[in-house]
């Protein structure tokens, strides 16, 4: 359940929080409903109070620290500092300059009641650190002396989100999250008709238009964004930026230059290689050991404009492209919040795309993923990996549509999935391995 952020002015912060006697049944509730909650609104930690529970209980989801702190003691911290920015989901419209120790040992409680000690340096010290703060009423913004110099306030960046599929949701529903505290304004979504595209099939339209309406975001579907009517529809918004995320369609310049700080796309390769309509399949197929998230400022050719920022992830051995999609799409989220602040306050610098570089990938049909049994291709495992779930791997057999799926199984139509060495020994004339 996603719980309400709670303000620094809130009644809350004037109590004493309490220990956690015991890590309970209600304790695991609460935490599971922190996380769900950090989740949305995508910052790095919250803290018990910060939902309007006075317990002492942080939670830090950043990189490699990803845990429950109950109970938590810093029982040591080195005396060097380093000043760094911090903003806060309990404080929207601010961020600050403060120093902070960049060394420190905390004792806690896990989410299993054991007793741990965790060293931490860096900005995952930062984290622990703020975060420890609120449990004893205390703000970095309290922390910070000469105020003017390093207090920053900002207005919610207003921007309008162009998405289709499960990608572009999970982009958007991070926006959101960020909206409710401050961060964002999002005036609006536009997504593709219901009737379908050709570059994105029918079934995977759902996803951002739901997402949208659940949260009484405006919804447009045009069928060309030409047409004049969309152009004034954006132009009466006044927005600062729009935000790109598998849309399914390239954007006009007539589009992309009505927000004030241009257009930008998070799109998942290491542009400039693989542009185009299927990146991730693309990897998958080709066995790729990285690919990664581009934020890039879009121009009105395919995938072309210049880079803000780009992250490296590497590809599991055994990940289907809706396995990497999900955990990209993820990834872009949070890496999104940081460029968009960087880039709207004039802080970042884009780069030009080495074009002599450039790969591309093909929008994929239902026939894509077609074999001939009896001469498969050579990359069939990852070709199954890459194309699951949508368009699949498939071939016809006795009249019907056998589907190869991941880890050795196949579906004949009617039929439940089962291995391939089942099916075998039912069907002996059926040659094709899946190793």
Not at 11 to 25: A, C, D, P
Not at 132 to 157: E, N
Request: glycine content about 8%.
């Amino acid at each position: 359940m996603i719980l309400s952020i709670t303000k620094n002015s809130d009644l809350i912060w004037k109590q004493k929080f309490k220990k956690v006697e015991s890590v309970s049944s209600e304790v695991k509730r609460i935490v599971a409903n922190m996380k769900e909650t950090l989740d949305f609104t995508g910052g790095v930690g919250l803290a018990a109070p910060q939902v309007g529970l006075p317990l002492k209980i942080f939670i830090v989801n950043y990189g490699k620290l990803k845990g429950v702190f109950i109970n938590p003691e810093i029982s040591d911290k080195v005396k060097a500092t380093t000043e760094g920015e911090e903003g806060c989901l309990s404080v929207p419209g601010f961020r600050g300059l403060l120093r902070r120790s960049n060394e420190l040992k905390i004792d806690y409680l896990d989410s299993k009641g054991r007793k741990k000690q965790a060293h931490l340096t860096g900005f995952y010290a930062r984290i622990i650190q703020h975060e420890y703060d609120h449990l004893k009423s205390v703000f970095y913004i309290d922390r910070i002396t000469k105020k003017k110099d390093k207090l920053t306030h900002f207005s919610p960046v207003r921007l309008v989100f162009f998405g289709t599929p499960e990608f572009g949701a999970i982009i958007l529903k991070s926006l959101i999250g960020q909206s409710v505290v401050g961060e964002y304004e999002v005036l609006g979504v536009i997504t593709q008709p219901d009737s379908g595209s050709a570059y994105l099939p029918k079934k995977n339209f759902k996803p951002v238009k739901s997402l949208a309406k659940e949260f009484s975001i405006p919804v447009s579907q045009p069928l060309k964004l030409s047409s004049k009517s969309i152009k004034k529809y954006l132009k009466d918004l006044k927005p600062d930026v729009f935000i790109v995320a598998s849309y399914g369609q390239i954007l006009p310049k007539s589009i992309l230059d009505i927000p004030k700080h241009g257009s930008l796309n998070v799109h998942a390769s290491l542009l400039p290689k693989y542009r185009g309509a299927s990146p991730i399949q693309q990897a998958v197929l080709n066995r790729e050991r990285y690919t990664g998230i581009t934020i890039m400022l879009m121009n009105e050719k395919m995938d072309e404009g210049d880079i803000l920022g780009q992250i490296k992830v590497r590809i599991g051995s055994k990940e289907t492209s809706k396995d990497l999609e999900l955990r990209l799409a993820k990834i872009g989220a949070e890496f999104l919040h940081q460029i968009v602040h960087l880039w709207v306050n004039k802080k970042l610098k884009p780069r030009h795309q080495l074009s002599t570089k450039a790969t591309y990938t093909k929008r994929l049909t239902k026939d894509s993923g077609y074999i001939d049994w009896t001469n498969p291709p050579q990359k069939l495992e990852s070709m199954i990996r890459a194309y699951y779930p949508w368009p699949g791997v498939w071939t016809n057999y006795n009249g019907k549509i056998l589907k190869l799926l991941p880890e050795g199984r196949v579906q004949l139509e009617g039929k439940q999935s089962v291995g391939i060495k089942e099916f075998k020994q039912g069907h002996k004339d059926f040659k094709l391995s899946l190793d």
